[in-house]
Antibody, heavy 119, light 113 residues
Framework: QVQLVESGGGVVQPGRSLRLSCAASGFTFGSYGMHWVRQAPGKGLEWVAVIWYDGSQKYYGDSVKGRFTISRDNSKNMLYLQMNSLRAEDTAVYYC????????????WGQGTLVSVSS | DVVLTQTPLSSPVTLGQPASISCRSSQSLVHSDGNTYLSWLQQRPGQPPRLLIYKISNRFSGVPDRFSGSGAGTDFTLKISRVEAEDVGVYYCMQATHFPPLTFGGGTKVEIK
C-alpha cells in the first residue's frame, strides 16, 4: 500500500534553514508527481511546491518562491524540501502528497511533520 | 490566482441527515482540455487530508457513495446524503485548472449537533 513518511521537522530560529524528507514506499516512486502542502496551526491548507515524476519541472507557491527548493531522488524513493531563510509564518505541519494522475492530484498523503520557526 | 470561497464555515448536522457544502470560484474552472479540475478533500480531526472527489463528481477509491459532488463553471457542491459520525471534520475544495498554483477553499467544518 502507498506509504509516505515525512521527517526532518523541528524548532528552528528565524533566518535559519531546514530540510524535510519524505520516504515513499508501496509504489513506483519515479512514476508520480509529488507535492508539499502545509497547514499552519488551526488554519487551512496551503500548497507549497510540486515536482514532476522525473524532476524535470518544479513549481512553487508565491510565499516560498526563492526560499524553498523541492527535489527528489528516484533511486532512493525520497522527496525533499530544502527550506532557507525561514520565517515565523512558515510555522506549519508539512505534508508530502502523491498524485495519481492530473485529475487525481494529492491522492495520497503522509502524516506530516511539524516545523516551528521561533526565536 | 483563483480564489475559492466555501460556505458555510460550519455545518452542524444531525446524524443521518444530509449535509451540503458550497464552493464558489473567482473564475471558471473549465480547463482548455474541456475538463474541470475541482476536487474535494476531507480532513478528520488529527489526520492528514484525504481525497474524496475529483473532477467535480468522481469519487476516489474507497470513498463511500453517500458522498457526491456536482456543479459546473464557478459553482460546486459537495453533498453527504446521510451524515455518519466518521464524517466529522473539515472539508476543502481545491482547483487545479489554473495551475500553478493549486488553491484551496478556506474549509467547512462538519460537526454533529
Amino acid at each position: 500500500q502507498v506509504q509516505l513518511v515525512e521527517s526532518g521537522g523541528g524548532v528552528v530560529q528565524p533566518g535559519r534553514s531546514l530540510r524535510l524528507s519524505c520516504a515513499a514506499s508501496g509504489f513506483t516512486f519515479g512514476s508520480y508527481g509529488m507535492h508539499w502542502v502545509r497547514q499552519a496551526p488551526g488554519k487551512g491548507l496551503e500548497w507549497v511546491a510540486v515536482i514532476w515524476y522525473d524532476g524535470s519541472q518544479k513549481y512553487y507557491g508565491d510565499s516560498v518562491k526563492g526560499r524553498f527548493t523541492i527535489s527528489r531522488d528516484n533511486s532512493k524513493n525520497m522527496l525533499y524540501l530544502q527550506m532557507n531563510s525561514l520565517r515565523a509564518e512558515d510555522t506549519a505541519v508539512y505534508y508530502c502528497a502523491r498524485d495519481t494522475g492530473w485529475d487525481q492530484l494529492l491522492a495520497y498523503w503522509g502524516q506530516g511533520t511539524l516545523v516551528s520557526v521561533s526565536s | 490566482d483563483v480564489v475559492l470561497t466555501q460556505t458555510p464555515l460550519s455545518s452542524p448536522v444531525t446524524l443521518g441527515q444530509p449535509a451540503s457544502i458550497s464552493c464558489r470560484s473567482s473564475q471558471s474552472l473549465v480547463h482548455s482540455d474541456g475538463n474541470t479540475y475541482l476536487s474535494w478533500l476531507q480532513q478528520r480531526p488529527g489526520q492528514p487530508p484525504r481525497l474524496l472527489i475529483y473532477k467535480i463528481s468522481n469519487r476516489f477509491s474507497g470513498v463511500p457513495d453517500r458522498f457526491s459532488g456536482s456543479g459546473a463553471g464557478t459553482d460546486f457542491t459537495l453533498k453527504i446524503s446521510r451524515v455518519e459520525a466518521e464524517d466529522v471534520g473539515v472539508y476543502y475544495c481545491m482547483q487545479a485548472t489554473h495551475f500553478p498554483p493549486l488553491t484551496f477553499g478556506g474549509g467547512t467544518k462538519v460537526e454533529i449537533k
